[in-house]
């Protein structure tokens, strides 16, 4: 059985300040996804890395995996308020089910 | 291009009746799925179906029943509602197979069992 942990579970920080969460998953799998979700809204689909070393970046956020390590990172770069949101990783296995992470809820403030 | 439709966005059952969440997705995808989301909490999957007439459990399947005659169609069944069962539920789909795109997710439905 997949389990993904995700850490920390919140994440309150100064605008302008870098920061990282981190995704920890529990068997072997190379295809990893990042979602954001604003409160009461649906999930947007962020990034897709597919294998080991795999890094991609949009604007303020770059993801990141080592599946060696069995780990994911998604990197905040000067965060801006606009980025308070849940964040969520996810593992898709060779069944094709994609096991969630328990989100990390991201506070940016002025 | 509407992606993933569910409908009703919000409903609230009496404990044991019965109700059946509608997904409908317009982009061809072959892969539907069946997430609940309770407060404050990650996604766990309840069902998904890789294909029409193909259908498989997920994490939490218990309480639930889903069919899938068409493409376009995944729906969930809730026969006897439960307090429990009060959760945020998102219908998802995708490509699938060896494309590995990522789930679009329709807007949820909010379910309260009082």
């Known amino acids: 059985e997949l389990k993904v942990e995700q850490n920390p579970l919140f994440l309150s920080m100064q605008e302008g300040k870098n920061y990282t969460i981190y995704c920890n998953y529990s068997?072997?799998?190379?295809?990893l996804y990042w979602y954001r979700q604003d409160p009461g809204k649906s999930l947007e689909s962020l990034f897709v890395?597919?294998?080991?070393?795999a890094v991609k970046q949009e604007g303020r956020l770059m993801a990141s995996l080592d599946t060696k390590a069995r780990l994911s990172t998604l990197h905040i770069t000067a965060a801006v308020h606009d980025l308070s949101a849940t964040y969520f990783c996810?593992?898709?296995?060779?069944?094709?089910?994609?096991?969630f992470g328990g989100g990390t809820r991201l506070m940016v403030k002025p | 291009n509407a992606g993933v439709t569910q409908t009703p966005k919000f409903r609230i059952l009496k404990i044991g009746q019965s109700m059946t969440l509608q997904c409908t997705q317009d982009?061809?995808?072959?892969?539907m799925y069946w997430y609940r989301q309770d407060p404050g909490m990650g996604l766990k999957l309840i069902y998904y179906s890789v294909g029409a007439g193909i259908t498989d459990k997920g994490e939490v399947p218990n309480g639930y029943n889903v069919s899938r005659s068409t493409t376009e169609d995944f729906p969930l069944r809730l026969e006897l509602a439960a307090p429990s069962q009060t959760s945020v539920y998102f219908c998802a789909s995708a490509e699938g197979g060896a494309n590995n795109s990522p789930l679009h997710f329709g807007n949820g439905t909010r379910l309260t069992v009082t």
């Open positions: 068997t072997t799998s190379d295809r």
């Open positions: 982009m061809n995808h072959n892969y």
């Open positions: 996810a593992f898709r296995n060779a069944g094709n089910m994609l096991t």
């Open positions: 890395l597919l294998s080991n070393g």
